[in-house]
């Protein structure tokens, strides 16, 4: 047992020292601000955040979404069989079956989704300034069709929604913690490697991404230090709840209302990705073809992760 403790404590400190060094390089080094780049510098930049933003679908389908419709799925079949007794198994076998069908997992990642569409609509109707940057878009617009393909009309400025980048940060933060906790759960040092480097394969990239995101959005340098520190702690945090609980149950620590909260977490991220970074990344017609390329590629990258973790 102590070789294996011992193996899980040095994955808690490479999961807290590799996202952190990850999540910091873009933040400490002004190369990465996109704002005083120009020429080459920022069609590469440009393309960086491409990639990021590929990183970030692959992350959110291949596995947070996929991870939350498999917890989710589980959980719902060992909570509708627990509560079944003898009679009912017996005389409504039909209707348990169909209500076994119901796509639970996309219910509740649907929900996390409009959880956050009605915050950000909410914070709009209260306060219009908190979209950061809606009411430019409609000034900058001056009256063209917003959907139109053929209007010729300035770009859409970039979005600043601080909320939009809450929910990232805190739908990232959710799903770190179950990663640390899946890591700390495992019986055997050979398991418990392959997860902790299918989970850092990913992880510093997602890290880097939201770095980047950050510095590209205008973050302060200190919040966005400590939204990074707060980021990459999570995993480890689940890691050390996880050798907590390994000593009972391992199944102890996984439960429906984790399911749920992973699922929610990956409703909010397919948010963000989907409102917030896909259209910045995507804005301005300069070689359409090179940042598919790139999102295609991050996301391609993700996707192969994926066979592992």
Not at 61 to 74: C, P, R
Not at 181 to 193: I, N, R, Y
Not at 284 to 305: N, Y
């Amino acid at each position: 047992m102590e070789p294996l403790l011992g193996v899980k404590i040095g994955c808690l400190f490479a999961l807290l020292a590799l996202t952190l060094g990850c999540g910091l390089v873009p933040i400490c080094f002004k190369w990465f601000r996109i704002d005083a780049a120009t020429g080459r510098h920022h069609w590469v930049l440009s393309l960086l955040g491409c990639t990021s933003a590929g990183v970030f679908l692959g992350a959110g389908f291949m596995h947070m979404t996929a991870e939350a419709l498999e917890e989710i799925e589980s959980e719902f079949q060992k909570f509708l069989v627990q509560n079944r007794t003898e009679s009912e198994r017996n005389s409504s076998d039909g209707a348990d079956s169909a209500h076994m069908e119901y796509p639970y997992g996309e219910l509740i990642i649907s929900l996390g989704f409009f959880f956050v569409f009605f915050l950000e609509s909410l914070a709009l109707q209260c306060c219009p300034g908190a979209a950061g940057g809606s009411t430019v878009q409609e000034e900058e617009w001056g009256g063209a069709r917003v959907f139109g393909l053929h209007s010729h009309g300035p770009l859409p400025s970039p979005s600043r929604s601080p909320l939009r980048a809450l929910t990232l940060l805190l739908s990232l933060s959710f799903h770190s913690v179950f990663e640390g906790l899946a890591v700390g759960l495992q019986p055997t040092v050979a398991a418990t490697l392959q997860l902790c480097l299918a989970v850092l394969a990913h992880k510093v990239l997602v890290v880097f991404g939201v770095g980047l995101r950050l510095v590209q959005i205008g973050t302060g340098s200190r919040w966005a230090m400590f939204s990074i520190l707060s980021l990459a702690l999570m995993s480890p945090v689940g890691l050390a709840f996880g050798l907590v609980v390994v000593g009972g149950d391992s199944e102890g620590g996984r439960g429906l209302a984790q399911a749920v909260l992973e699922g929610v977490a990956a409703g909010t991220f397919l948010y963000v990705t989907f409102l917030e970074i896909l259209p910045r990344e995507l804005a301005g017609p300069a070689a359409p073809l090179a940042k598919w390329g790139c999102v295609a590629a991050g996301f391609a990258f993700m996707a192969f992760i994926a066979l592992w973790a």
